[in-house]
């Protein structure tokens, strides 16, 4: 674990607005992966978030987000990022970037297949 850095979380007050943003070590080539987004709130698993499929043209969202929160790839700088608004106290968690572990996946299979994570970014929606 840890190849992939997260940045951008931080305390945001309800309805507010955040973009997490995860970048890829030049050995993981991000243009040929599918990647998500992950959360886990203390005393809680793991759960998912979101995805996007390897070639950018399907995404997946957990219900919790869907409509609130949009992942996008960027091939060039090698990141993806998750851009949160109205935000809501449940949605305080330590947000984790993932690479599926096999190339060319869509937006469901790095659901179950995880290849390598990053170290996760703190969320706190308060007011």
């Known amino acids: 674990q840890g190849r992939l850095v997260e940045s951008g979380g931080g305390l945001v007050q309800p309805g507010g607005s955040l973009r997490l943003s995860c970048a890829a070590p030049?050995?993981?080539?991000?243009?040929?992966?599918?990647m998500g987004w992950f959360r886990q709130a203390p005393g809680k698993e793991r759960e998912f978030v979101g995805s996007?499929?390897?070639?950018?043209?399907?995404?997946c969202y957990a219900d919790a987000v869907e409509g609130r929160f949009t992942i996008s790839k960027d091939n060039d700088k090698n990141t993806v990022d998750l851009q949160m608004t109205s935000l809501k106290p449940e949605d305080t968690a330590a947000y984790y970037c993932?690479?599926?572990?096999?190339?060319?996946?869509?937006?469901?299979?790095?659901?179950?297949?995880?290849?390598?994570w990053g170290q996760g970014t703190q969320v706190t929606v308060s007011s």
């Open positions: 993932a690479v599926d572990a096999q190339k060319y996946g869509n937006c469901r299979s790095i659901q179950s297949r995880v290849g390598d």
């Open positions: 030049t050995t993981i080539t991000i243009s040929s992966y599918a």
């Open positions: 996007i499929s390897w070639n950018r043209v399907n995404t």
